[in-house]
């Protein structure tokens, strides 16, 4: 094996923990109250943002149109993390 793909693969399985971390935190609220987060916008790439979750060590990238008018670089946003609990809409027989 080489050392790139050891590098991947150890990517991998880091962005898989942070995955599972970052779940976790959002989801481990039982009183159903939301999560609010700080985020930076470190960059715009075409139509998306790149966000930088510093107190998760994280970053996202969203639409630009979810964000507020005339964001730009370097714009904090206070990001409200809300559960989403499934819910079954209808039930039919085949």
Do not use: C, W
């Amino acid at each position: 094996m080489n050392s790139n793909h050891s590098v991947y693969i150890l990517s991998v399985i880091a962005g898989i923990l942070a995955l599972l971390v970052f779940t976790s935190f959002v989801f481990s609220k039982d009183d159903g109250s939301n999560v609010k987060i700080v985020g930076l916008i470190d960059r715009f790439e075409n139509d998306f943002a790149v966000i930088l979750l510093e107190e998760l060590e994280e970053e996202i990238i969203l639409p630009k149109t979810l964000l507020p008018p005339h964001s730009q670089d370097d714009t904090y946003l206070t990001i409200e993390l809300v559960p989403v609990t499934p819910r079954i809409m209808s039930n039919s027989v085949r």
